[in-house]
């Protein structure tokens, strides 16, 4: 195949890549109906037909943590008058890929579970339907500096590797072996074969744990659904990817070959200040002279000088403010405490002691006496027993003082004074002396007493005569 070759008058190669899979051209290409850069698989392996087949059957699928086959076909492009090649044409992940970190970093648990957790709950409900990937590995998982895990190669990879006699097929058990390969990967820098429990990072939570040492064992969960519920992890673990990944540390071998690659010595013999600073100079002239002459790649770039010198630097100032601060204690040792530190000592040690005497048998709260009935009813949940030991851990939290008698005592006492000055505010004597109300201003009489004396009616006389 050549650049500038066209299918379906709409996918044009721009150039090749390198591909860990046997079988297949890969090639960077570029969509000029959506204006995007996709990837394009040109098969070259024995059963090209089987390999467009199943890149068709994962042509439907829509989750976007799993990279979309936009295409697949068979074209006479690029090949001779009498020859077609079989193409597949591919979402393209744009990210950081996993394969290019895990070689210098170690990932913490939550970005390792996060991810590892996330393409384990994309790919069940497509083994429910009899897809499987088949070639699950650290450089087919691309993460976004936005947090979305993208895994490439679905439909493709699996068959190219199972034609080729690579794979160990394309099933769920398989699939699943692979991610918890990958979680431990991910977390000691070693393939699960050559690792051991000692490379595993203390703190793990305990369904983590387990899981890594089956896996380390040989004995690999053969479910999806096994992973999911050991792992879990929350996408929001993998926000800022990019910076979370730049303040990983770079693990000491690697950082060592760098030292040596960068310097011709050891680390031991770069770390005066004089070294360094020259070492920064020729960087930035190197950077200098590489940007005048357009090139891209710099034998030193100064992004790898910093990630080299970076830790050696921070290592000599952490050495000399060590020294600062042990001459100082030796200095106030020396000295002996003062007056006033020695009185001060004294009460904060009645102090611990009352403190520890208060505190020395605490009875559970009601909010873990209440947890951990929930702990017996499902004594198989972690997050019930991280939940427990939190209220017992505060319950039990020392304190300078007990102060619930204080209150208590404190408010019986308010209440026995109040109600001795209400007693005091209360009238004294009997009823009976007690003053009446006001005396009636009106007099007696209003008007002066009469004896009333009917008088006897008029009778009637004769008229007088004329």
């Not at 990937?133 to 993460?143: D, F, K, L, P, Q």
């Not at 034609?163 to 699939?175: F, I, K, N, P, S």
């Not at 951990?372 to 991280?386: G, H, I, K, T």
């Not at 939190?390 to 304190?399: D, I």
Request: glycine share 8%.
């Amino acid at each position: 195949m050549r650049s500038g070759a066209t299918f379906e008058r709409r996918f044009v190669l721009v150039s090749p890549e390198d591909h860990d899979v046997p079988g297949v051209e890969r090639w960077l290409a570029r969509d000029e109906r959506l204006r995007r850069k996709v990837t394009v698989f040109v098969v070259t392996s024995v059963a090209p037909s089987a390999v467009r087949r199943s890149a068709s059957r994962a042509s439907g699928i829509g989750d976007p943590r799993l990279a979309r086959v936009l295409a697949a076909g068979t074209s006479d492009a690029g090949a001779g008058a009498d020859e077609r090649v079989t193409y597949v044409v591919v979402e393209r992940a744009e990210g950081r890929p996993l394969g290019d970190i895990l070689p210098r970093r170690n990932l913490s648990h939550p970005i390792a579970a996060a991810l590892v957790g996330s393409l384990a709950q994309a790919l069940r409900p497509l083994s429910a339907r009899g897809l499987h990937h088949g070639a699950i590995r650290a450089s087919a998982v691309t993460v976004t500096d936005a947090g979305s895990v993208l895994l490439s190669g679905l439909g493709v990879d699996g068959e190219l590797r199972a034609q080729a006699g690579e794979g160990v097929g394309m099933t769920e058990r398989a699939d699943a072996a692979a991610l918890a390969g990958l979680y431990v990967l991910a977390l000691t820098g070693r393939e699960a074969g050559d690792a051991s429990e000692d490379d595993l990072p203390r703190g793990l939570p305990r369904s983590a744990w387990a899981l890594a040492v089956r896996t380390i064992a040989g004995d690999a969960p053969a479910r999806l659904q096994e992973l999911s519920t050991a792992l879990g992890g929350s996408r929001a673990a993998l926000r800022d990817f990019a910076a979370q990944v730049r303040a990983l540390p770079v693990r000491r071998e690697v950082l060592a070959q760098d030292i040596q690659g960068a310097f011709g010595r050891s680390g031991a013999e770069v770390a005066s200040d004089a070294v360094l600073a020259r070492a920064r100079r020729v960087a930035e002239r190197d950077v200098a002279l590489g940007l005048c002459d357009g090139v891209v790649g710099l034998a030193v770039a100064s992004e790898r000088l910093d990630e080299v010198t970076r830790p050696l630097l921070e290592d000599e100032r952490a050495r000399k403010a060590r020294a600062a601060r042990e001459a100082a204690a030796a200095a106030r040792a020396a000295a002996g405490p003062t007056r006033e530190e020695r009185e001060q000592f004294d009460d904060l040690q009645s102090w611990d002691v009352i403190a520890e005497v208060q505190n020395a048998s605490v009875p559970p709260s009601a909010w873990e006496a209440f947890m951990r009935r929930l702990q017996r009813r499902w004594p198989q949940s972690d997050q019930l027993a991280a939940r427990v030991q939190e209220a017992s851990t505060r319950a039990r939290r020392p304190g300078p003082l007990v102060g619930a008698p204080i209150i208590i005592g404190l408010g019986l006492l308010g209440v026995v004074l109040a109600f001795v000055y209400a007693l005091g505010q209360m009238p004294e004597g009997s009823p009976d002396d007690r003053p009446s109300g006001p005396s009636n201003p009106y007099p007696e009489f209003t008007y002066p007493a009469t004896t009333y004396t009917p008088q006897p009616e008029p009778s009637a006389s004769p008229a007088p005569e004329e």
